[in-house]
């Protein structure tokens, strides 16, 4: 390959190893050492809307961290963070500063309990700030409660037959009977709303939030039934307090993510399902930096199925210019040579050197990376 090559290393995170930022600057090491100084490597960490969004826009922006007092999945305070845009405007919020899975591991996860009103305390916060949109990104999530925590933290009342507020959480969804907006904070009710996701699940149903990610928040089989017929239902009586279209609240791409948080804030405050990889995208200007590539890598810890529906893969792929050769390098990689060619890549590589175990993996997690880059961009080079 000709001396002045071009490369663009635009990884997600390696969840539980790399964050983006290290994942990227681990590839531009590996590009470096491979080609020399005569390549232009550039490096640009990226997200889907589930881990990592926060800190990929605030670089983007050049905005300001803001730090608050919430509740997290199971009730408890916890300081979460939120990010502002320059000028003020326009806060992005990653749910799981707020409901992430990992701030409740302390104790038996809680499925049907979990609630999201944690979120609901960010959003109200970044708009009593000044915020006007709020971008919200929800990957990461320890709920399965359709959003209603998010409603009621913002001023709505979930009552039951005898008028009494309904349990948080998933578990308390089918005990609603009216949903009351009367008291929804008004600047939540000016302010846009965007709602970025990383997978396209609906909300009910065998690909919806509680059967397939549910039992990652500790839902048992009978937990998962009880959860999508809550959600079902929570549907309903949405349509019935706002006009949404039920049908459209059960089976629209995006709905399911992150325990169906979206149902909620697109029929209350008419929230629009943004996929996140290609808000990320638009928010660096992943396009413009892509643009004369001869070489994209990109990457993430397990590159599956999944990764070419609305993950970081799928949205770098779709960016990159025609004739670049792109490589995703991953810590597991379960997609075949075939799938890999049919989804207009070039190659996808294992970070791994042999058999290893998931912690030596983690543990060498850096120095994997820039091996495997290093090792692609020898091979293009030739």
């Known amino acids: 390959m000709r001396r002045g090559i071009r490369v663009v290393v635009a990884p997600d995170s390696f969840k539980?190893?790399?964050?983006?930022?290290?994942?990227?600057?681990?590839?531009?090491?590996?590009?470096?050492?491979?080609?020399?100084?005569?390549?232009?490597?550039?490096?640009?960490?990226?997200?889907?809307?589930?881990?990592?969004?926060?800190?990929?826009?605030?670089?983007?922006?050049?905005?300001?961290e803001v730090r608050c007092e919430v509740t997290d999945a199971l009730g408890r305070t916890r300081t979460a963070r939120y990010g502002l845009s320059a000028d003020g405007t326009t806060a992005v919020i990653e749910a799981a500063e707020a409901n992430g899975l990992p701030y409740v591991r302390d104790v038996p996860l809680q499925p049907l309990r979990a609630d999201s009103a944690g979120v609901g305390e960010l959003a109200r916060a970044a708009l009593e700030s000044g915020a006007r949109e709020i971008l919200l990104c929800i990957g990461g999530s320890a709920t399965t409660d359709g959003g209603a925590g998010v409603l009621r933290a913002l001023g709505a009342r979930l009552l039951d037959r005898n008028g009494a507020p309904v349990a948080p959480g998933g578990g308390g969804l089918a005990a609603i009977d009216r949903i009351e907006l009367e008291d929804l904070h008004p600047l939540a009710r000016r302010a846009s709303w965007r709602v970025?996701?990383?997978?396209?699940?609906?909300?009910?149903?065998?690909?919806?939030?509680?059967?397939?990610?549910?039992?990652?928040?500790?839902?048992?089989?009978?937990?998962?039934?009880?959860?999508?017929?809550?959600?079902?239902?929570?549907?309903?009586?949405?349509?019935?307090?706002?006009?949404?279209?039920?049908?459209?609240?059960?089976?629209?791409?995006?709905?399911?993510?992150?325990?169906?948080?979206?149902?909620?804030?697109?029929?209350?405050?008419?929230?629009?399902?943004?996929?996140?990889?290609?808000?990320?995208?638009?928010?660096?200007?992943?396009?413009?930096?892509?643009?004369?590539?001869?070489?994209?890598?990109?990457?993430?810890?397990?590159?599956?199925?999944q990764s070419l529906h609305g993950k970081v893969v799928d949205g770098v792929r779709d960016c990159a210019p025609a004739g670049a050769a792109i490589v995703v390098v991953a810590g597991r990689v379960e997609v075949s040579a075939a799938e890999v060619a049919a989804a207009g890549l070039t190659a996808a590589v294992s970070i791994a050197r042999g058999p290893a175990t998931e912690d030596q993996l983690r543990d060498d997690a850096a120095e994997l990376v820039a091996d495997a880059a290093e090792s692609v961009c020898r091979m293009l080079a030739r």
């Open 196 to 305: 970025a996701v990383d997978v396209d699940n609906p909300l009910v149903g065998e690909r919806g939030a509680a059967a397939v990610f549910g039992p990652q928040k500790g839902a048992t089989p009978s937990d998962v039934v009880a959860l999508d017929a809550g959600l079902a239902h929570l549907a309903r009586t949405l349509a019935d307090a706002t006009g949404a279209d039920e049908a459209a609240l059960l089976s629209t791409p995006g709905m399911g993510a992150a325990g169906g948080l979206p149902a909620s804030l697109c029929a209350a405050l008419g929230a629009e399902i943004v996929p996140g990889a290609r808000l990320v995208a638009d928010a660096v200007g992943l396009q413009a930096l892509l643009a004369g590539a001869d070489v994209v890598l990109t990457g993430e810890g397990s590159f599956d199925a």
């Open 16 to 64: 539980g190893s790399l964050s983006a930022l290290a994942a990227a600057r681990a590839m531009a090491a590996g590009a470096r050492r491979a080609l020399g100084p005569g390549a232009t490597v550039t490096a640009v960490p990226m997200a889907d809307g589930g881990e990592g969004t926060l800190d990929a826009l605030l670089g983007a922006w050049q905005g300001r």
